[in-house]
Each structure stands twice: as C-alpha cells, then as structure tokens.
C-alpha cells in the first residue's frame, strides 16, 4: 500500500498490524463511496420493512416517512 500512511498507538503487535493492514486493503479495493452499514444484515430485510410499513400504516410502495 503505497502512498498511505496509517499511524495506529499504541503499537500493535506484528500479527495484530498485518491483519489491519489485510483489513484496511480489502476497504480500500472494495472502493465503497459510503460508509460500511453496522447494522446486521437482518435490518436490510424487505420482511422487516415489510413489517414497519405495516406496522406504522404506510402503503407497500412507500419507501420513505415524511
């Protein structure tokens, strides 16, 4: 990885620094424009959008609340 400098303290162990700099590649080559979602995959579910929809008397073709 040329060209980046990562300055990470305190200093990890050599095993603990390559596996952030694995980590930190894959990031980078995956060339996301927005951040990493943190919510599990279960969130993303069109069951669970379903159900809010559902739930808040939304129609099925709505997306968005106002």
């Known amino acids: 990885m040329t060209g980046l400098l990562v300055d990470i303290h305190p200093a990890p162990q050599p095993d603990e620094a390559a596996a952030i700099a694995a980590a930190i590649r894959v990031l980078l080559a995956n060339g996301r424009a927005t951040p990493i979602d943190p919510r599990p995959p279960s ?3 069109a069951w669970r959008r379903a ?5 808040t008397g939304l129609t099925a073709d709505s997306r968005r609340s106002s």
């Not at 159900?51 to 739930?55: F, H, K, T």
């Open 51 to 55: 159900a809010i929809r559902e739930a």
């Open 43 to 45: 969130y993303h579910s």
